[in-house]
């Protein structure tokens, strides 16, 4: 599956964005994450939702800011962020996992393919 993010950009603190991925192949097949890079840190987990978008799962930094979404129809995942705060700053991208299970996991080596990231910047 070869997957696209998109919908990066500079933002206030405060403010809000909408991240999407596009993706070729069985979408419907794989367990869909994203991540994300700050810069001089490691990449981190940062949503993730399971086939049939009925498990959702979310980093601690991102609960009740962030919502991850599914839409099988047109082989999208998206990230919607609120209350963007400068620490959110990052490169963010998406990944897919073909897994067996019903929660997807959290951890980078599970997922199989990547997407190229997409630039979010939050200005103080």
Known sequence: VQLQASGGGLVQAGGSLRLSCAASGSFSDYHMGWFRRAPGKEREFVAAIDRSAVNRVYADSVKGRFTISRDNTRNQVYLQMISLKPEDTAVYYCAADLA??????????????WGQGTLVTVSS
């Open 100 to 113: 067996t299970g019903e929660i997807p996991f959290t951890t980078m080596m599970s997922y199989d393919y």
